[in-house]
């Protein structure tokens, strides 16, 4: 301990409360994706969610008057009931919470955080779940890098400046040239920073494309939307830059930007407008606040992707985190060649970066990793904790980007393969509306039965060569790319029957 924050220091936080019949509704996500159930993709609205599982009117409304008795400030208040954003003086939050905010020295670093000095308690008769913001020890990390020229040791084979890779160039080597664009639907970014418009135009304009969907940038808990001075927008970039080019026909791009993690993605569960989400940041693990929002958004058919991280095996858990969350995709990397500049694929090795390994988060392995044929003695997986990745797609240091108002050609990182996925993941809510049928939702349950199935072979490219340190890519299901890329139409349609 160093001292104390200021008694006037103004801070954010998130209050998440807990769900009520959680059995019932671990039964109802069971049922939801049981192709054999006849609540297959039924899925709830907000309002029933809430109405069914969400905390009480009357917790959370007792919730909101503690704070504004305390001199608190209610910032966002969410229709799902589950979080409760407030923000105030330090002097106030310490009696309110009874705690006492410290500032500490980081061990082995050139910073201090602040931090409660004890569990929070309040002098209310509601439960409590959990409360983000009362600490800054750990802060987000975005999962991407920029190499120096010399760093890229082979000649890639995009069509960008160097060889680099375009985003249409993947998707033109995972997709081809299909009519499927994301018509008709919404993709969420999760940010905790805003963009520079300017940096979307230059990079569709350099790449010869003009970008004709509309981006919505939505403020969460009072977060600046601008990135101005001293602000970096690489990762906003090649996010909103990546899901466009997959998904060029999209309805609209929805940009979260928050302080919160677990009010950005409550946010969007409450909002429940994008029907699949990208996440390319990490940050230490909060299971408990955020696998309520996970299950609303899967009881709502709505696809979430995170990306692993970019240090291989050796990855730490507070940056994998929340790829290695059960109800989220966890998206590893490759290197990815194809036949010619903008052409189709011709083979793909496993990045030696990609992050993949059994949960550091210790989270227990869920029921669709236990398929026989997923984990097996070759790819050393964990029968016991959540293994990561689950897919995987390009990733390595060959990427084209425009961001910070300038365009390089040495961007790497899983960061580009979370949105790239999200896109594939609208292309088959597209194919499924055009059926009449509901959106494909938490992916991962289908991804497994297609990989333990006749149809892996067709609709994946199974990656056998490469290493990220610990593990090593083997046929079928390992711990750097997962089942491997998508063979985008098969994929498509293997989730998603064509209507004949």
């Known amino acids: 301990m160093v001292g104390y924050l200021p008694a006037n220091q103004r801070i954010s936080l998130a209050v998440s409360l807990p769900l009520r019949n959680q059995d019932e509704l671990e039964r109802l996500l069971e049922d939801i994706y049981d192709r054999h159930s006849p609540n297959f993709h039924h899925y709830l609205t907000v309002k029933e969610f809430t109405e069914r599982f969400g905390p009480s009117e009357s917790d959370y409304a007792a919730l909101q008057a503690y704070a504004e008795t305390n001199g608190l400030r209610v910032v966002d208040k969410m229709s799902n009931r589950m979080v409760l954003d407030i923000e105030g003086p330090v002097a106030n939050i310490e009696a309110a919470l009874h705690v006492n905010m410290k500032i500490y020295q980081q061990p082995g670093q050139a910073r201090t955080f602040f931090s409660a000095d004890r569990e929070p308690s309040l002098d209310l008769n509601v439960p409590i ?19 120096s ?21 993947l998707r033109a080597a995972y997709y081809g040239s299909g009519t499927l664009n994301g018509a008709g639907q919404n993709l969420a970014i999760f940010s905790f920073k805003g963009y520079n ?51 060029p026909g999209l309805n609209q791009l929805l940009f979260y930007v928050g302080k919160s993690n677990v009010s950005i993605f409550n946010q969007m569960a409450a909002d429940n407008s994008a029907s699949s989400i990208s996440c390319s940041y990490g940050w230490s693990k909060n299971q408990s606040s955020l696998d309520p929002i996970f299950e609303e958004m899967a009881s709502q058919g709505q696809s979430v992707f995170v990306a692993t991280g970019d240090d291989g095996s050796a990855t730490a858990g507070n940056v994998t985190w929340p790829s290695d969350d059960a109800w989220v995709t966890a998206v590893g990397g490759t290197v990815l060649t194809t036949k010619s500049a903008g052409g189709a694929w011709s083979s793909e090795t496993g990045w030696s970066q990609s992050a993949g390994m059994p949960s550091k988060n210790n989270i227990p392995i869920p029921s669709y990793q236990q398929l026989a044929g997923v984990i097996t003695g070759s790819n050393q997986g964990s029968n016991t904790l959540r293994n990561i990745p689950d897919v995987s797609s390009e990733s390595a240091s060959e990427q084209y980007l425009c961001a910070n108002g300038t365009c390089r050609n040495q961007g790497g990182g899983t960061s580009y393969a979370a949105p790239l996925w999200a896109g594939i993941a609208a292309m088959m809510n597209q194919q499924a509306a055009s059926n ?21 072979t067709t609709d994946f490219h199974d990656i056998k060569s490469g290493s990220n340190g610990a593990y090593s890519a ?20 293997g989730v998603v029957p064509e209507r004949r």
């Open 436 to 456: 009449g049928q509901p959106n494909v939702g938490f992916l991962n349950t289908a991804l497994y039965d297609i990989g333990v199935g006749t149809g892996f």
């Open 197 to 247: 418009s300017n940096d979307i135009n230059t990079y569709f304009k350099n790449e010869g494309q003009t970008n004709t969907v509309p981006i919505k940038v939505i403020s969460v808990n009072g977060a600046s939307t601008t990135c101005g001075s001293g602000c970096s927008d690489v990762e906003q970039a090649l996010d909103i830059e990546q899901a466009l080019s997959m998904a």
């Open 474 to 493: 083997v046929a079928y299901y390992d711990l750097v790319t997962g089942w491997g890329s998508p063979i985008g139409a098969n994929l498509i349609s």
């Open 129 to 147: 779940l959990h409360i983000s913001g009362l600490d800054d020890e750990v802060l987000p990390v975005s999962k991407n890098f920029m190499a």
């Open 149 to 169: 020229p010399s760093v890229v040791s082979r000649k890639a084979t995009g069509s960008g400046p160097g060889g680099s890779f375009y985003g249409s160039d």
